[in-house]
């Protein structure tokens, strides 16, 4: 909070921009006095801690509503949005990277990691623009932008999938290596059972720790991504509404936006790390 607190400081005056071009210089003073800017750096934090502990995060300098009311509004979309691409990048990374780490050397896997290695080099904007170009405006298969059904929701999800699809598959490819060159994987093969089975309940599950962590680190990227994807797509998300308040220099709203991002992160790094035990046995709490 303070971190952010300061370094928005540094990014201009609101005072200016809500007074105008052909605002005089005694005009901005006096907005900026009745917005509170003119006071020293070190009064407003202090003024901003003390009324956050009491939970007034400060109302937003575009809009004169409450900011967390303003971000909580957007919070949903953007959810919704994460949560699909999240979902997406799983169902098709995982498998890609059993197929490719069970295909190894072969034109399968090559295939495979040259995508993975796409998905990691190509900018979100650019990538969300020649999707609209091509199944928006040329093949008329999706709207362009906006929110509402699953139609609307699939070409931003690629978008913000198309990294974490990528970093997944190649670790999912590189556990799944070191873990059937493992005594037990050769055991149960000797057993006789199915290589499917031998896949998905000796490899896999053994697997799942290092892939289950990156998920939830990919978490702070998705909602990184968002708020590039969600201004090429026009999502109504909090990520848009992030970068029309740094536009605005809504110093309230963009503080409270990034305090919710970390909340959201650490919650879902918790729950990561609760779920080792469930995965692995061997982990115990105290």
């Not at 952010?4 to 006096?30: K, N």
């Not at 990277?97 to 495979?112: E, K, M, Y």
Request: glycine fraction near 8%; include cysteine.
């Amino acid at each position: 909070m303070i971190v952010c607190f300061l370094l928005t400081r540094l990014s201009g005056d609101p005072a200016q921009l809500m007074a105008g071009i052909d605002a005089t210089p005694e005009e901005v003073a006096q907005l900026r006095h009745a917005l509170g800017l003119d006071r020293p750096i070190y009064v407003q934090l202090l003024d901003y801690l003390r009324n956050a502990v009491r939970g007034d995060l400060g109302d937003s300098l575009r809009y004169g509503s409450p900011a967390v009311l303003l971000v909580l509004e957007r919070l949903p979309a953007t959810i919704e949005l994460s949560a699909f691409a999240m979902a997406l990048a799983v169902v098709v990374a995982v498998p890609a990277g059993i197929i490719s780490a069970t295909h190894r050397n072969s034109a399968l896997d090559q295939v495979v990691m040259a995508g993975a290695l796409w998905g990691q080099t190509v900018p979100v904007f650019w990538l969300g623009i020649v999707l609209i170009m091509v199944f928006s405006v040329q093949l008329h298969w999706f709207p362009t932008g906006g929110r509402g059904g699953l139609e609307r929701l699939i070409l931003p999800a690629v978008t913000l999938a198309a990294f974490n699809m990528a970093r997944i598959a190649r670790l999912v490819r590189s556990e799944m290596l070191e873990v059937m060159a493992q005594e037990y994987i050769r055991v149960a093969r000797s057993k006789g059972l199915p290589e499917r089975v031998v896949i998905a309940r000796h490899a896999l599950k053994n697997a799942a720790i290092p892939v289950v962590t990156i998920v939830g680190l990919q978490v702070g990227h998705l909602l990184g991504g968002a708020v590039v994807t969600e201004a090429v797509f026009a999502w109504p998300g909090l990520g848009r509404l992030m970068v029309q308040s740094i536009h605005f220099r809504d110093f309230p709203v963009i503080q409270v936006g990034i305090l919710v991002m970390a909340l959201v992160v650490a919650l879902i790094n918790l729950l990561v790390d609760l779920s080792y035990a469930w995965l692995d046995p061997r982990v115990r709490y105290g």
